[in-house]
C-alpha cells in the first residue's frame, strides 16, 4: 500500500487539538533513541488548534530556538511553538521526517480547558539530561511514576492525553516513550477515541511562504509572534485567563 503523503500547507490546514506529530531523525541520539526504546520514530508532539489563534505545538525539546508562545520567551524544554514553524525546524534544522496522525474523537471545551490547564502546570520544565532520561523511562517502564523536575516529548503527550481523559492514569507518564504512539503500539485510548494511520508530511527544504488560509476560524499558518496576533486576538496565556474569568 502506497503511503498517505501531504504538503505541509495541507496538514497543518488539517490538524487539530490532540493530533499527533511524528518525527524521525538521523543523527546519532536519534538512532539511540530508537535503538532502547525499539520504535520507528524518536519524538512525538501534540497539536494544539483553539479557537481563531494558529495551530500550536506542545512538545518538549532541548533547542531554544522558536519563541515559546505561552510565556512569549525563548527556553529549553517544555513549550508550545507555532506548529508550522515547529515542523519546519525538525524537519530542516534537524534532519527529520514528519508523519501526522489524526485524533478521531470530539474534543470537547472540558478537553481543551484540560489541555490549557496541563500547558499552564508543565511549560518550562526543563528535558532531562541524556542519563536521566532513561533512568525516568526505565523507571516507568516498572511503574514507577517520576517527580515532575524534568520531562520528555512523550510525557508531554501522555500527561496531555490523561487530562484531557484520552488515556488512564493506571501507567505513570514516565512509561510512554514516541515509538508507543506510532501505529505498530497498542495505545489504548478512551472515550471510543482512536488514532488514524500515519499521514507522511512533506516538508520543504526551504520554508516557503503558507498558502492563503482554507477556511474556519482556525487555519491561520505561518510563524507566530506578537505581530501577528490581530488585534482583538489574544494568546493562548490571555485566552486561559479568559476562559477561568480571571
Same mark, same amino acid.
Given at each position: *500500500? ?10 497543518? !490546514? ?7 506529530? @511524528? ?5 546519532? =541520539? #536519534?538512532? =539511540? +533513541?530508537?535503538? /532502547? ?6 519524538? %512525538?508532539? *501534540? ?12 512538545? =518538549? ?6 519563541? #515559546? /508562545? ?11 511553538? #507555532?506548529?508550522?514553524?515547529? /515542523? ?6 534537524? !534532519?527529520?521526517?514528519?508523519? @501526522? ?8 471545551? $472540558?478537553?481543551? #480547558? $484540560? %489541555?490549557?490547564?496541563? +500547558?499552564?502546570? *508543565? ?11 532513561? &533512568? ?9 511514576? $517520576? $517527580? ?8 508531554? /503527550?501522555? &500527561?496531555?492525553?490523561?487530562? *484531557? &481523559? ?26 471510543? =477515541?482512536?488514532?488514524?494511520?500515519? +499521514?507522511?508530511?512533506? %516538508? ?27 488585534? &482583538? ?14
Amino acid at each position: *500500500m502506497d503511503e498517505a503523503v501531504l504538503s505541509l500547507d495541507a496538514a497543518v !490546514d488539517l490538524t487539530r487539538t490532540g493530533d499527533l506529530w @511524528l518525527f524521525r531523525g538521523r543523527s546519532a =541520539a #536519534d538512532h =539511540a +533513541i530508537r535503538a /532502547v526504546t525499539n520504535a520507528p520514530v524518536n519524538h %512525538v508532539g *501534540m497539536a494544539v488548534v483553539l479557537d481563531d489563534l494558529p495551530p500550536l505545538m506542545w512538545h =518538549a525539546e532541548l533547542s531554544k530556538g522558536l519563541l #515559546d /508562545v505561552w510565556t512569549g520567551t525563548h527556553h529549553r524544554g517544555v513549550q508550545l511553538h #507555532d506548529l508550522r514553524a515547529a /515542523v519546519e525546524q525538525w524537519s530542516n534544522r534537524y !534532519d527529520q521526517r514528519s508523519w @501526522l496522525r489524526q485524533l478521531h474523537t470530539p474534543v470537547t471545551p $472540558a478537553m481543551e #480547558d $484540560a %489541555v490549557l490547564r496541563t +500547558i499552564a502546570r *508543565m511549560n518550562g520544565t526543563p528535558f532531562p539530561a541524556t542519563a536521566t532520561l532513561a &533512568g525516568r523511562w526505565l523507571r516507568g517502564r516498572l511503574r514507577q511514576p $517520576a $517527580a515532575l523536575e524534568s520531562t520528555y516529548c512523550a510525557e508531554v /503527550v501522555a &500527561g496531555t492525553y490523561q487530562a *484531557m &481523559g484520552l488515556l488512564d492514569g493506571a501507567r505513570p507518564t514516565n512509561y510512554y516513550h514516541p515509538g508507543m504512539f506510532w501505529s505498530g503500539d497498542d495505545l489504548e485510548l478512551l472515550r471510543g =477515541a482512536e488514532l488514524g494511520e500515519e +499521514i507522511r508530511v512533506r %516538508v520543504p527544504r526551504f520554508p516557503e511562504p503558507a498558502t492563503p488560509a482554507s477556511t474556519g476560524p482556525h487555519r491561520r499558518t505561518g510563524l507566530l509572534s506578537r505581530s501577528r496576533l490581530g488585534r &482583538g486576538q489574544v494568546g493562548p496565556r490571555a485566552l486561559w485567563a479568559r476562559r477561568r474569568g480571571t
